[in-house]
């Protein structure tokens, strides 16, 4: 089958740094991608990783390893708009989400 | 460019009524995708569409149809709605690049 856990809740404080962490199972994997989704809103695309390593967008990163089947976000400098959803999706020929983590950054 | 456009933003049914969710995207992408979201919850695929004329089930298909005549255009039909088919509804198209790109939602309630 095809899964993805996350942790359901993480609280940071701002300027903090904080990781979101994301092991998958999954058959004909091609990539891991990071959403966030606002308190009523859609989710927006973050970031995506295809290959193992960092990929680094502003104050955002995302990790992957492919043999540890384990991805992360990584989220720098946080700030209050940062409180959100954050959701990995693995990348087949269709795009299946994670659980998600909440994430609420305290002044 | 208007990105992903689902129709209605908001809608009450009765149960065994059916309706359409509308959904169109201007970005000539050829995958489309629906989910469902419950409260707190994570989303859910329905169905998804890799290109005009082919559509496939997702994770939670029954209760739903989908068809894709044209690129632009995967509508989501409720057969004979239930009340556990609340939930907000957001369909997204991919484009290489630039992740998958999705709609404001629909947001479904069946009593």
């Known amino acids: 089958g095809q899964s993805l856990e996350q942790p359901s809740e993480v609280t940071a404080v701002e300027g903090a740094i904080v990781q979101i962490n994301c092991t998958y199972q999954?058959?004909?994997?091609?990539?891991l991608s990071w959403y966030q989704q606002h308190d009523g809103g859609a989710p927006t695309f973050l970031s995506y990783?295809?290959?193992?390593g960092l990929e680094e967008t502003g104050r955002f990163s995302s990790f992957l390893s492919r043999s540890d089947s384990y991805g992360y976000l990584l989220l720098q400098e946080l700030q209050m708009k940062d409180s959100a959803s954050y959701f990995c999706a693995h990348n087949t020929d269709k795009l299946i989400f994670g659980t998600g983590t909440r994430l609420q950054v305290f002044p | 460019n208007a990105g992903v456009t689902q129709t209605p933003k908001f809608q009450v049914l009765k149960t065994g009524q059916s309706m359409t969710l509308q959904c169109a995207q201007d970005m000539n992408h050829e995958y489309m995708s629906w989910y469902r979201q419950d409260p707190g919850m994570g989303l859910r695929l329905i169905h998804y569409?890799?290109?005009?004329?082919?559509?496939d089930q997702g994770e939670v298909p029954n209760g739903y149809n989908v068809s894709r005549s044209t690129t632009e255009d995967f509508p989501l039909r409720l057969l004979s709605a239930a009340p556990s088919q609340t939930s907000v509804y957001f369909c997204a198209s991919f484009g290489e690049g630039s992740g998958y790109t999705f709609g404001s939602g629909t947001r479904l309630t069946v009593v």
């Open positions: 999954t058959s004909g994997f091609y990539g």
């Open positions: 569409s890799v290109g005009a004329g082919i559509t």
């Open positions: 990783n295809a290959l193992d």
